[in-house]
Nanobody
């Protein structure tokens, strides 16, 4: 089993920055990729960014490309999302997710096996 705990959410004004963290514990040796997803009220969950745990290769949604940076610390088994130039449309609950065994990161939430509890990000105009 893998446990994921997000932190770092909060309230910021448009144009501000925020850094999200996700700490993984348990059977972390089986993790092959991790990602960030978000869900705003009344909207479908959407892919934000993902990273291959071994290679560090990344993938970003077009809506956040150039503003968000996903990174990981293999030794600490932690995932990060640096969010800059935040916009009101970035307001959502952000979830950390971990994929096991299968190679390659994915934009599909169903490909991930474990999820964190979520952390709220609110961006005001």
């Amino acid at each position: 089993q893998v446990q994921l705990v997000e932190s770092g959410g909060g309230w910021v004004q448009a144009g501000g920055s925020l850094r999200l963290s996700c700490a993984a514990s348990g059977r972390t040796f089986s993790i092959t990729a991790m990602g960030w997803f978000r869900q705003a009220p009344g909207k479908e969950r959407e892919f934000v960014a993902a990273i291959d745990w071994s290679s560090g290769n990344t993938d970003y949604a077009d809506s956040v490309k150039g503003r968000f940076t996903i990174s990981r610390d293999n030794a600490k088994m932690s995932l990060y999302l640096q969010m800059n130039s935040l916009k009101p449309e970035d307001t959502a609950v952000y979830y950390c997710a971990a994929r096991q065994y299968w190679l390659g990161h994915s934009r599909r939430g169903s490909d991930y096996n474990y999820w964190g509890q979520g952390t709220q990000v609110t961006v005001s105009s």
